[in-house]
Each structure stands twice: as C-alpha cells, then as structure tokens.
Nanobody, 116 residues
C-alpha cells in the first residue's frame, strides 16, 4: 500500500512562489509515474505535471509550462512541485498521484491560494 502526504500549500500573492512536497511511504516509487493534479472550486480536477520516477522525464500542462517544475528525491521518496510566478488562476487544491500499471494512489491534497 502506498501513502502520499502533500504539504507546502498556503496563501501567496500573485507573482510569488511556493514549493509543494509529496512524501511517499509504504514502498519506493521505482517504475511509478508521479503526478500533480489540481482542482479549483466548481471545476474538474486537471493535470498539472508528471515525472517518470526511474528516468526523471517530465511533462507539463500548457498553463504551467515555464513557471512550474516537478522533481523528485530518490532518497527521501518525495516529489516536489516548485511553483513560480503564481497567478490567481493557480488557486486550487493540489493533489499528488502515484500510478503504476493503472493502479492509482492519491494524497489528501493541499490548498494553494493566490491573491491578486
């Protein structure tokens, strides 16, 4: 069983930065893909970024390209999302997801609020 715990959310002014963390326990993330999703009030959950654990390959939603960076720490079993140049449209609950062989695990989410 995989447990994911997000942290690092909070209130920030537009133009500011935050770094989210997703700490995993229960197993290593070898052969997993790790992703960040977000869900704003009244909207569907949407993809933000993904990293392939073994290779480090990444991909991003167009809306965050050039502003957000996903990374991982193999030793700490943790995935990060560095968010720069934040905009009010980035306000949402951010969720970490681990997926392998179509089995998904989700964290509980962390709130990010960007004030304009």
């Amino acid at each position: 069983q995989v447990q994911l715990v997000e942290s690092g959310g909070g209130l920030v002014q537009a133009g500011g930065s935050l770094r989210l963390s997703c700490a995993g326990s229960g197993r290593t993330f070898r052969r997993f893909a790790m992703a960040w999703f977000r869900q704003a009030p009244g909207k569907d959950r949407e993809f933000v970024a993904v990293i392939i654990w073994d290779s480090g390959s990444t991909n991003y939603a167009d809306s965050v390209k050039g502003r957000f960076t996903i990374s991982r720490d193999n030793i700490k079993n943790t995935v990060y999302l560095q968010m720069n140049s934040l905009e009010s449209e980035d306000t949402a609950v951010y969720y970490c997801m681990a997926i392998r062989s179509d089995v998904k695990y989700w964290g509980q989410g962390t709130q990010v609020t960007v004030s304009s």
